[in-house]
């Protein structure tokens, strides 16, 4: 189970723990409501810290790699050949196949 969604039905346990206890408590709903999400985020910021940092590394990472794509697709835009090479060679190997040579993408071309 990914780090995010562990970190979101964790955020929504404490939610409806904190929102059961507020039960018998004689006040108007919306306001056991807004009580109960008030006390669920601070609960967890301190009983889900490390969901939360795994959270923030697998984000950060995603966005890394995302980044240090587009900046790739730029320089190849921008008429890069190793970057469009590089490039060819990560639609590859994310498509479980052999990543071509330089040499056997020209035999293909002609």
């Known amino acids: 189970m990914s780090a995010a969604v562990k970190y979101t039905l ?46 923030a590394e697998q984000l950060g990472s995603i966005a890394s790699r995302r980044a240090a794509e587009k900046e790739r697709l730029r320089s190849a835009l921008a008429g890069d050949e190793s970057a469009a090479a590089a490039g060819d060679r990560v639609t590859a190997a994310d498509a479980d196949e052999p990543a071509a040579t330089p040499d056997q993408t020209l035999k293909g071309r002609a």
Do not use: I, Q, Y
């Not at 985020?41 to 009983?47: E, G, K, N």
């Open 10 to 55: 964790g955020r929504l346990g404490l939610f409806a723990a904190a929102f059961t206890a507020l039960l018998p408590v004689p006040l108007n709903p919306l306001v056991k409501l807004m009580v109960a999400f008030v006390a669920s985020a601070a609960l967890s910021f301190l009983v889900l810290r490390k969901w939360r940092d795994e959270m």
